[in-house]
């Protein structure tokens, strides 16, 4: 059976099914970020820790924008706004505006082999970079094998608004050297020394990517909405339902470690409108994200 336990003073959910070996960690008041998250036995996303959530935003939300905005301007509808420059080594904005936002608990259910949390972040205030109002909810499903993370955004303003979205999950591989990445792509983003997107080159992949010590903070336009991450101990897919689907993927200073982002948008998306939407008022975006775990490959 899966259990829930909310510890109200540190604002966490656990999620555990011993019986799967099945376990996760949501922290509430960081953006309900996916903290940790064991599937089949296999630990896929442990706590990053002596780095700190604020430097390596792990498992969260980015909304209303994924990855950067360059000196944090844009303009919409003949308009123009400056988001807040939290970047400052790079004078730009990053990761939207929900990773640090506390959502509380609309609905958690249990069973024997499932257990799903329905979360919800109202955002009532106007900001001076994004003026606009919306309600997040986040619904995760856990089962033995799987977590699916189903990402609703509404509009509750009266006037329509741009977005990109994106998850910014760090995966745990037992050797990181010898983990290989499979995906479609034929484009990958240029990007300039501020990891801003200056363009777009051919790019053509040979079966697989190896990691082998590769520095990473690279971006691919994918052409399938799958991508593969094998590891010697498993093998992850992710899955998005998107329409259109963005692969960042980054190597932060923890050994054998891995953040494989899926994003509906790139950097500086506001200007540069590549994966830009625009939501209507009262209008609501969804998307779901699917991790499935794979021991027998």
Avoid at 17 to 44: D, F, M, R, V, W
Avoid at 60 to 82: C, E, H, V
Avoid at 242 to 270: C, H, M, R, W
Wanted: net charge neutral; glycine share 4%; hydrophobic share 35%.
């Amino acid at each position: 059976m899966y259990r829930i336990n909310h510890n109200k003073t540190l604002n966490t959910l656990e999620i555990e099914n011993s019986k799967h070996k099945a376990y996760g960690k949501i922290n509430l008041n960081a953006g309900a970020s996916l903290q940790e998250l064991t599937l089949n036995g296999h630990a896929i996303i442990k706590d990053l820790s002596p780095l700190s959530y604020s430097n390596t935003y792990a498992s969260s939300i980015l909304f209303p924008f994924a990855n950067r905005i360059k000196d944090g301007a844009y303009t919409f509808n003949n308009k123009a706004f400056q988001f807040e420059i939290n970047v400052k080594e790079e004078n730009n904005a990053l990761h939207g505006l929900v990773y640090n936002k506390t959502f509380r608990v609309i609905e958690k259910k249990t069973s024997s082999d499932s257990a799903s949390i329905l979360l919800e972040y109202k955002e009532t205030e106007l900001s001076i970079g994004f003026p606009y109002t919306y309600t997040i909810q986040l619904k995760y499903v856990f089962t033995p094998n799987d977590l699916s993370l189903n990402v609703f955004v509404k509009n509750t303003d009266s006037k329509a608004f741009p977005f990109t979205l994106g998850w910014h999950p760090y995966f745990l591989s037992a050797d990181l050297f010898n983990s290989t990445l499979h995906f479609n792509s034929s484009k990958k983003l240029v990007l300039d020394k501020r990891n801003i997107t200056t363009g777009i080159e051919d790019f053509e992949l040979k079966d697989v990517f190896n990691i082998y010590d590769k520095s990473l903070d690279d971006c691919w336009v994918l052409d399938s909405k799958e991508v593969t991450f094998h590891t010697p101990k498993y093998q992850l897919t992710i899955e998005s339902t998107g329409k259109d689907n963005f692969l960042q993927v980054y190597t932060p200073p923890k050994l054998n470690t891995i953040a494989i982002e899926p994003t509906t948008g790139v950097s500086d998306s506001f200007n540069n409108k590549i994966g830009l939407e625009v939501l209507d008022a009262n209008a609501i975006y969804n998307i779901t994200w699917n991790l499935k775990v794979n021991s027998n490959f």
